[in-house]
T-cell receptor
């Protein structure tokens, strides 16, 4: 089955710096790659996603890149702010009539003011 | 609209006891999921239901059973709880247009003593 690895597990940056989180996946049939943000004590929420026919997508300060050949994808956050502090999860999905979504282990991001 | 509602929010069980976690959605979504979240291990898929009448195993199905009662409801049952099942459980749904985005409930914290 699908396996998603995520690095680093913890990331600490200064406010205003950039943060990069990287993920790899194993199943070449995966065709949808979402990223979720989870604040302390809250539920995960989608922040950005990318599909297999796209190499890059940007939404304001966040961007995702996908390299299907190498089976890896990354999240980039620019101009980080303290409110970006949270746990971020990457995921890989296969559409089997409904999406089967497997998550990475998560990255705890600390943004220091 | 309540979105995705899980009950109970908190539960303490003794080893060997049984219980059912309930999940109901009013979003008219086809697919429903159960995940467990443990520190450092991300969100692991227990079971999912791509549509009413179907269920499939995820990454960690052992010790659990599920029922897709109708389109709105998807329950998770622990027949004989074990301390290893202490976790936060999230129910999620995916949209009717099958974009793949997951919408999570608030989570249920289960402790097995």
């Amino acid at each position: 089955g699908e396996n998603v690895e995520q690095h680093p597990s913890t990331l600490s940056v200064q406010e205003g710096d950039s943060a990069v989180i990287k993920c790899t996946y194993s199943d070449s049939a995966s065709n949808y790659f979402p990223w979720y943000k989870q604040e302390l004590g809250k539920r995960p929420q989608l922040i950005i996603d990318i599909r297999s026919n796209v190499g890059e997508k940007k939404d304001q300060r966040i961007a995702v890149t996908l390299n299907k050949t190498a089976k890896h994808f990354s999240l980039h956050i620019t101009e980080t702010q303290p409110e970006d502090s949270a746990v971020y999860f990457c995921a890989a999905s296969i559409n089997t009539g409904g999406f089967k979504t497997i998550f990475g282990a998560g990255t705890r991001l600390f943004v220091k003011a | 609209n309540a979105g995705v509602t899980q009950t109970p929010k908190f539960q303490v069980l003794k080893t060997g006891q049984s219980m059912t976690l309930q999940c109901a959605q009013d979003m008219n979504h086809n697919s429903m999921y159960w995940y467990r979240q443990d520190p450092g291990m991300g969100l692991r898929l227990i079971y999912y239901s791509a549509s009413e009448g179907t269920t499939d195993k995820g990454e960690v199905p052992n010790g659990y059973n599920v029922s897709r009662l109708n389109k709105r409801e998807f329950s998770l049952r622990l027949e004989s709880a074990a301390p290893s099942q202490t976790s936060v459980y999230f129910c999620a749904t995916a949209g009717i247009s099958n974009t793949g985005e997951l919408f999570f409930g608030e989570g249920s914290r289960l402790t097995v003593l």
